[in-house]
């Protein structure tokens, strides 16, 4: 099993900026791909962005591309999503995923899942 907790949601005016970060425990961390999702109320859940095991790679949903940036850090465990330029179409709840195998953006082929955060971006 694979415990993740993610913090640093909020209420941000847009334009603005917050970091996301997200705390694995219980299984070896830097043997999966890390990813983030989102669902706005009403929507479904919507692939944000991944990063492989080493930190090396990483990809993007369109809608993000150039103002997100997600990172990790093996070391404490812990995967980062830096939102920058943020949009009020960015409103949701962003959830922390892992899988075993790089490359997904299904939800359905990530293994583990945090509790979410919420995110609230004022227009």
């Known amino acids: 099993q694979m415990q993740l907790v993610e913090s640093g949601g909020g209420l941000v005016q847009a334009g603005g900026s917050l970091k996301l970060s997200c705390v694995a425990s219980g299984r070896a961390f830097s043997s999966y791909t890390m990813a983030w999702f989102r669902q706005a109320p009403g929507k479904e859940r919507e692939f944000v962005a991944a990063i492989g095991w080493s930190g090396g790679s990483a990809y993007y949903a369109d809608s993000v591309t150039g103002r997100f940036t997600i990172s990790r850090d093996n070391a404490k465990n812990t995967v980062y999503l830096q939102m920058n330029s943020l949009k009020f179409e960015d409103t949701a709840v962003y959830y922390c995923?892992?899988?075993?195998?790089?490359?997904?953006?299904?939800?359905?082929?990530?293994?583990?899942w945090g509790q979410g955060t919420q995110v609230t971006v004022s227009s």
């Open positions: 995923a892992a899988a075993q195998i790089y490359g997904n953006r299904r939800g359905e082929e990530y293994k583990y």
